[in-house]
């Protein structure tokens, strides 16, 4: 088994709110995807493909500063729906994960809904760890 499929089979195992996990090269191109069973696209695959790369060229920006603050680790961005998670993983990868965003019961305090879904990133990041740790 390929280190990339390892990867998106331990990421979708480990964690049921993770819809979709895919690995793309420093173009843009897909190497390796997986889909959660039963889930319905919320975005079409094409659309996909264009917010991938538009993770990509961030993450080519947001280098120009890493002198100052140091390599990526991750990033979230955060929608009603949905989660995206993009991770560098080295030679021009990325991982670009979605997941489920249902909102959190209701606040006591403010008695609205709350996003404040964890993604558990800890655990992502060391999974990425071990699978760039493999031989």
Same mark, same amino acid.
């Given at each position: 088994?390929?280190?990339?499929?390892?990867?998106?089979?331990?990421?979708? =195992?480990?964690?049921?709110?993770?819809?979709?996990?895919?690995?793309?090269?420093?173009?843009?191109?897909?190497?390796?995807?997986?889909?959660? !069973?039963?889930?319905?696209?919320?975005?079409?695959? !094409?659309? #996909?493909?264009? #917010?991938?790369?538009?993770?990509?060229?961030?993450? *080519?920006?947001?280098?120009?500063?890493? =002198?100052?603050?140091?390599?990526?680790?991750?990033?979230?961005?955060?929608?009603?729906?949905?989660?995206?998670? #993009?991770? /560098?993983?080295?030679? %021009?990868?990325?991982?670009?994960? #979605?997941?489920?965003?249902? /909102?959190?019961?209701?606040?006591?305090?403010? %008695?609205?809904?709350?996003?404040?879904?964890?993604? *558990?990133?800890?655990?992502?990041?060391?999974?990425?760890?071990?699978?760039?740790?493999?031989?």
């Amino acid at each position: 088994m390929d280190k990339l499929e390892k990867l998106l089979n331990m990421l979708m =195992d480990f964690n049921d709110d993770i819809r979709f996990a895919a690995v793309s090269n420093d173009k843009g191109e897909i190497l390796w995807w997986s889909q959660r !069973e039963g889930l319905k696209n919320l975005v079409p695959f !094409e659309e #996909t493909k264009q #917010t991938l790369l538009r993770a990509l060229h961030a993450w *080519d920006e947001n280098a120009r500063v890493k =002198d100052f603050i140091g390599n990526g680790l991750y990033s979230i961005s955060s929608y009603q729906k949905i989660k995206r998670i #993009t991770v /560098p993983l080295g030679s %021009g990868k990325m991982l670009f994960c #979605t997941l489920s965003n249902e /909102p959190l019961k209701k606040s006591l305090i403010s %008695g609205k809904k709350s996003y404040g879904h964890l993604a *558990d990133m800890g655990k992502i990041l060391s999974i990425v760890d071990f699978i760039k740790s493999q031989k």
